[in-house]
């Protein structure tokens, strides 16, 4: 008998084939295909999407559980005084929400972004030892300049430069201890503080709530701005945060982003070019 690997997305309509895309990556290399779970923290989406969305289940017998955030009164209270933006929509505070949102029989739970690929079998990483630790995640590479902001210097009243620090793309939590921390009553302390608005969204939060209260895991389990040099160094997950992102058209023509062709196949070329007109279409309403 295998027991469930559970894994949590955040997303909204915009980005659902990234969502899509991260959990094809995760079922393409593992053996253990009908064990995942992959819960669905998002904001409305189409009934086409939708349907993309569970081609993951027809495909891999995985299962999706869906948790339509705009009809949670909790999320909508808790992100009312959140900094939120067009690169950083509200629906990213979820993560925060975690053991509120997941049922409680739950006991761990990988969180992934969506601007990732997988490429080591997922079960590897849930079964990681924490250490005795709520949460286990890697070191974000460039942790001193997003703690001290511009020259270093504009939150020292925050962060420590020296502080170890953590990307908040790729978690691996262990539900009960989380629970152990209030996270909201903690959010609601640093919001006191008026610190929110200098903050770096989620991720400043997350590392303000588990300071000293996170496991290091190896690099290779969330590779920060993927590039081509990386795909000698046979990372376990890929982390697209830069500019040059692995579903632009050109990526894998211009060799910008690592295994961007190997992106476009995960994918599908169906759905990688109709994301392509998607934010086009996107685009030119926006002006």
Not at 72 to 92: H, I, R
Not at 113 to 122: A, E, F, G, N
Not at 265 to 281: C, G, I, P, Q, S
């Amino acid at each position: 008998m295998t027991s469930p690997i559970h894994i949590a997305l955040a997303f909204d309509d915009n980005f659902w084939a990234p969502a899509y895309a991260v959990m094809r990556s995760a079922c393409l290399s593992t053996r253990r295909r009908s064990d995942l779970v992959f819960h669905l923290l998002h904001m409305p989406i189409s009934d086409e999407h939708k349907h993309d969305l569970e081609g993951i289940a027809r495909e891999f017998g995985a299962t999706l559980v869906y948790y339509p955030l705009a009809e949670s009164e909790l999320f909508d209270f808790f992100v009312a005084g959140m900094p939120a933006s067009t690169q950083w929509p509200s629906v990213v505070y979820s993560r925060l929400l975690l053991a509120d949102l997941l049922p409680a029989d739950i006991a761990r739970v990988i969180y992934l972004d969506c601007d990732m690929m997988v490429r080591r079998p997922i079960e590897e990483l849930f079964e990681v030892d924490l250490g005795g630790k709520p949460v286990g995640a890697v070191q974000d590479s460039l942790a001193p300049f997003i703690m001290g902001r511009r020259d270093m210097r504009q939150n020292q009243d925050i962060f420590h430069c020296g502080d170890a620090y953590f990307n908040s793309g790729m978690l691996v939590v262990d539900l009960a201890l989380w629970r152990e921390i209030n996270i909201k009553s903690e959010v609601a302390v640093i919001a006191g503080k008026n610190w929110l608005p200098r903050l770096y969204y989620d991720q400043d939060v997350l590392n303000l709530v588990f300071r000293d209260k996170w496991h290091k895991l190896d690099w290779r389990w969330n590779v920060i701005d993927a590039h081509p040099a990386h795909e000698a160094m046979d990372p376990a997950i890929l982390h697209f945060t830069g500019k040059n992102k692995p579903w632009a058209i050109w990526a894998g023509i211009l060799r910008t982003t690592a295994y961007a062709r190997w992106y476009r196949h995960v994918m599908t070329n169906e759905l990688f070019y109709r994301f392509a007109r998607h934010r086009w279409k996107k685009t030119l309403r926006l002006r």
